[in-house]
């Protein structure tokens, strides 16, 4: 394995391998960038086939980060931690406080959050050893379901011509955190919802509760709709589900919805307008900053809010530059990015 060749690698500020034989903890941290002094980024425990498997993850995931912070007005960059599960081992206390022990080496310009495999009990343990830590008390899955209802009003709006959500038909696939906030958020404004999930209770548990629509899971990338909202995994938009989705637009919250470079071609030749996942699911993130200055419910609602106006001027660049919606908004990336830097 050859870190420094892995994909990235040169855009990173620093990338570390951390070992704690004691608990078994190893765990790359990738700072891929600081603004006022720290990078922000969740820590994913899981089994990887390898450990480039887990660099690679690391690397995308920490500049994803950065898009996310910049796009959505948070003051830091983005950073990202992959424990190598051991499943032999478990997830012990003793692996969580050496985690906790390393964040705390960062001294403070890498904030940890929790991601995929870390529970909300996991981070206050980690608490416990470093207070570098965001989303301990507060479940980020409705703020981030806020984000993204505002990017469904965008989208409706521009894709849809339509100023508000009534009788607008989304498709939501998966019924966790995110899904359920935003399935109860888009049947109050009067949009007509329709839920999957692999797990057919919590589709039907949801539904029951915001009077929405069930289907099986295999069908909801191609049931009839104006809007699909992928809330579940990512990589879901390859170029054969694209060819099958009966939908204007698509816009959720799942992280790296797009497979390759191939799915995104294949919605512009569809017409299918898209909303790029790092913009529309930054109401976590937003609202694990607030909690590094103070948390007030009613300025985090505001601050997420604004989502939908970014999304708006993404997508009038991405039409009056003739650039996919991703590149439209990497675009104003680098230009937040350049102007900060002064260049
Ligand atoms: P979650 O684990 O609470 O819910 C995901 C749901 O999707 C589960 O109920 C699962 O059964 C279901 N699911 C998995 N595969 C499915 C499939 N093929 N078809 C239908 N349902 C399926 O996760 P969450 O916190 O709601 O996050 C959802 C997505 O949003 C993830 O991709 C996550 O990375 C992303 N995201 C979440 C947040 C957050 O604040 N929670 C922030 C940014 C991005």
Redesign the pocket.
């Known amino acids: 394995m050859t870190i420094t060749a892995s994909p990235g690698f040169d855009q990173h500020e620093s990338v570390a391998f951390h070992h704690d034989p004691a608990s078994g903890l190893r765990a790359f941290v990738a700072v891929h960038r600081k603004r006022h002094g720290r990078g922000c980024g969740g820590i994913r425990y899981r089994v990887y086939a390898n450990e480039q498997a887990a660099v690679d993850d690391v690397l995308r995931l920490s500049a994803a980060m950065t898009r996310k912070a910049v796009l959505a007005e948070v003051p830091a960059g983005g950073a990202k931690t992959c424990i190598l599960a051991d499943p032999s081992r478990g997830k012990t206390v003793e692996l969580l406080e050496a985690m906790g022990r390393v964040v705390e080496s960062y001294h403070g310009s890498y904030v940890c959050a929790p ?2 495999g870390i529970t909300a009990d996991d981070l206050t343990v980690i608490r416990g050893v470093t207070a570098h830590v965001v989303g301990v008390g507060t ?3 409705p ?2 379901a806020r984000g993204t209802f505002r990017g469904i009003e965008t989208m409706a709006a521009w894709k849809l011509g339509r100023d508000s959500l009534d009788g607008v038909r989304v498709a939501v ?8 906030g935003l399935a109860h958020l888009l049947t109050s404004a009067g949009a007509v919802v329709t839920i ?4 057919a209770d ?2 039907n548990a949801v539904a029951a509760e915001v009077g929405a629509e069930v289907v099986d ?1 295999g069908a ?1 990338l191609e049931l009839a709709a104006d809007i699909l909202a ?5 990589g ?1 938009l390859t170029r054969d589900t694209v060819e099958r989705l009966k939908v204007q637009a698509v816009v ?4 790296n919805q797009l497979a390759d470079a191939a799915a995104g071609t294949a919605l512009a030749v569809r017409g299918i307008a898209f909303a790029p ?1 790092f913009v529309v ?5 937003i609202a694990g900053e607030h909690e590094l200055t103070g948390f007030d419910e009613a300025a985090v609602h505001g601050h997420i809010d604004r989502i939908g106006g970014t999304l708006r001027q993404i997508l009038e660049l991405s039409a009056s530059a003739g650039i996919s919606e991703t590149a439209a908004a990497e675009r104003i990336v680098s230009e937040r990015l350049a102007a900060a830097d002064g260049h």
């Open positions: 991601d995929v479940p980020s899955g703020y981030t696939q998966g019924a966790g955190s995110v899904g359920a999957a999930d692999l797990d919590r589709a899971a909801i992928p809330c579940a995994l990512g879901i959720g919250a799942a992280n996942d699911s930054a109401g976590g993130l």
